[in-house]
């Protein structure tokens, strides 16, 4: 079936490709145009230097993406519009380990590049092993990274680049980027021979150094009514620090022999995709877009390989003005496959690789086909109103669905009613409502039926107030869980409440607050089995276990500027997350509760101020003062949240040209 539908999809490339060509449309060249004289502007240029100072005490995640050192910035800009040339460059060096450079050139239409680069550093905290029960052995933890200090870097390097036929639309582009994370981070794991002996928890060091590279080359036309994209994408993982980790793991029993085993690889991969995308003209009242590609995936180390094949098309209608008609349909084919087995080697001990080399069968991968359409339909009855509903239908046929106790087969649909009313001038009202339903879902955490309701109301008063207030609220609702064969559960209900508040007040044409409130949470209650042996019924129930976890944001802000050369702005943030469960299973509680590696609540305070002056012939000084207060509440030795304190002072002057 794949086959015979990828030689209709390819054929199908080759007629319309034909087509296209074969349409016979005139050349730009033909047509007459008016010269445009373009404006001659000013080069303009900025230098900009200072000096920052950080002071920091307890946890550096207060601070989670500041390279927490003093340290020198450095900045600049170039702008040069000479027709036909036109040059942007941009630089700024806040430290060594987090920068941002770009650079823009066009020639006409005939020639533009873009290329960008941006670094971050990320600070990871060392979350310590605790032993729940010193009196045994198992568990018992190895802590290999004591005061061990993590810190990652992460930058992208991108690039695009694009050439036009002169007086004709068509373009061959080349773009790509490179992103790369290097540094250290924890590494936990399970060591001993899991249930066979003794379980020991470990942590320790990993070193990281990785490339996500990415190049796409393409080519895209308009010939008469229709235009055609067609591209080439390669992408690439490469592993250069600890791409696989080795432990000393003891004898299972008559399963495998002691030795050193390598354990928590990071698999390199590598893969292609290839896309043609065609839509006809968007002026006039039907528009029509197809899409086809070809994905394939590869894991370099085990092996395994993935191929998806999809395929789109988008109709637009609107007979009248008022009135819009969308459809679409989407077809994907996942495609798995893997080696069938996998072999466990021993590197301490030769001898010990008797027999198949410890071959161990792997379960057929989920393959599938998913087929999706939607239509939706829009109207505008009057001026101000805009009414829209739309539905939705999903089928996915899954392969080998029985090895992973999945169902075969899912369905699900869709619908949706939305408007978008104004109620008095500056105000508007906008309002969703969706409801779905899924038969036979593959996963716990998908609903058989789902209910989601948003509404969000803002206002322009004059020049003076604006204002914005939304609230969403969402229900999910599950008839049965599904474990394994032997063991289901009872339902599951989710809950969801977002809110968001925002207002902005024009005290004074100097004076401008700001003010805004965000809440979040989240409400989950279902049963729990928890595995504790190796049989497939060994399992620790407890039922109708409640999950909560949310977040609250207070903000204020205000800017100041009582002269034209000086200006001030201020701000504090207030933050508190939370989240907890409720076991109720004795087993669970002792000798510590599981929800204790859950359980979690921190508050987070932001102070900022800032000003600058200008004095001089285009020199501007700045200040600006950021304060963070990081605190964790429960005092929970579990959770990844430490007190923090950071100071970051930022003193600059720059030159205007």
Not at 216 to 239: A, C, P, Q
């Amino acid at each position: 079936m794949r086959r015979i539908y990828r030689f209709f999809t390819t054929a199908s490339y080759i007629a319309i490709l034909f087509l296209l060509v074969t349409t016979g449309v005139s050349p730009a060249s033909e047509i007459e145009y008016t010269e445009y004289e373009y404006p001659y502007i000013e080069p303009g240029i900025s230098l900009a230097g200072g000096y920052r100072f950080v002071d920091y005490s307890g946890s550096e995640k207060a601070g989670e993406y500041e390279y927490l050192h003093n340290s020198i910035s450095l900045g600049g800009e170039l702008r040069v519009f000479s027709f036909p040339h036109r040059l942007h460059v941009d630089a700024d060096l806040k430290n060594k380990k987090d920068y941002f450079g770009e650079l823009r050139y066009a020639y006409k239409d005939i020639l533009y590049f873009r290329g960008i680069n941006r670094t971050l550093t990320h600070n990871l905290d060392n979350i310590r092993l605790l032993d729940l029960d010193t009196v045994t052995s198992s568990p018992g933890v190895d802590v290999r990274d004591a005061d061990k200090r993590y810190e990652t870097q992460s930058g992208l390097t991108s690039f695009f680049l694009r050439l036009k036929t002169p007086d004709f639309p068509s373009h061959i582009y080349i773009g790509g980027s490179i992103l790369e994370k290097e540094g250290d981070q924890q590494q936990k794991s399970l060591s001993g021979s899991g249930y066979f002996n003794n379980i020991v928890r470990t942590s320790l060091s990993r070193d990281i150094d990785r490339q996500t590279k990415n190049i796409i080359v393409g080519f895209n036309s308009h010939l008469g009514t229709i235009e055609m994209d067609i591209s080439h994408e390669e992408k690439r993982l490469d592993i250069h620090g600890d791409h696989v980790l080795y432990d000393s793991y003891g004898d299972a029993d008559s399963i495998r022999s002691g030795g050193i085993f390598p354990h928590n690889l990071i698999p390199e991969l590598k893969g292609s995709t290839n896309t043609i995308n065609i839509h006809t003209s968007y002026t006039g009242s039907l528009v029509a877009s197809a899409t086809f590609a070809n994905t394939n995936r590869e894991n370099m180390d085990s092996n395994a390989r993935a191929d998806y094949v999809m395929a789109a098309g988008n109709l637009v209608w609107m007979p009248m003005p008022k009135l819009t008609f969308f459809l679409k349909y989407k077809h994907k084919e996942k495609d798995i496959e893997d080696t069938g087995t996998v072999a466990i080697p021993d590197v301490c001990s030769p001898l010990n690789n008797v027999g198949n080399n410890y071959s161990c069968t792997i379960k057929s991968p989920l393959s599938s086909i998913t087929d999706t359409v939607s239509g939706t339909v829009r109207y505008r009855p009057v001026k101000g109103i805009i009414l829209r509903t739309e539905y939705s239908y999903e089928e996915i046929e899954r392969e080998h669905s029985d090895r992973w106790e999945l169902p075969g087969s899912t369905k699900s649909s869709a619908v949706s009613l939305a408007a978008d009313l104004r109620i008095l001038k500056g105000m508007n009202f906008k309002a969703n409502y969706m409801h779905k339903e899924k038969e036979n879902p593959a996963y716990n955490t998908e609903a058989n039926r789902s209910d989601e309701a948003r509404f969000s109301v803002s206002w322009i008063y004059g020049s003076r107030v604006s204002s914005l207030l939304s609230y969403s609220i969402s229900r999910e609702m599950r008839d049965d869980l599904h474990f394994n064969d032997n063991i289901s559960a009872k339902d599951r209900d989710v809950r969801k409440d977002r809110l968001l508040g925002s207002i902005t007040s024009h005290v004074s044409k100097d004076l401008s607050l700001t003010a805004s409130y965000l809440y979040m949470r989240n409400k989950t209650n279902q049963d729990i089995h928890y595995r504790s042996g190796i049989t497939p019924d060994s399992f620790l129930a407890d039922s109708s276990v409640p999950y909560k976890d949310g977040a609250t944001d207070y903000s204020v802000s205000l800017s100041y500027a009582p002269k034209d050369n000086m200006s001030f702005d201020a701000g504090i943030s207030h933050a508190i997350i939370r989240g907890i469960f409720y076991p109720s299973n004795q087993d669970l509680l002792e000798p510590a509760s599981v929800a204790t590696f859950s359980e979690f609540k921190a508050k987070e305070t932001v102070y900022s101020a800032g000003g600058e002056y200008s004095f001089g012939p285009g020199y501007i000084t700045g200040l600006k003062y950021r304060y963070t207060d990081l605190n964790e509440v429960t005092g929970n030795p579990h959770d990844d949240i430490k007190d923090g304190k950071v100071h970051v002072v930022l003193l600059t002057i720059s030159k205007r040209w």
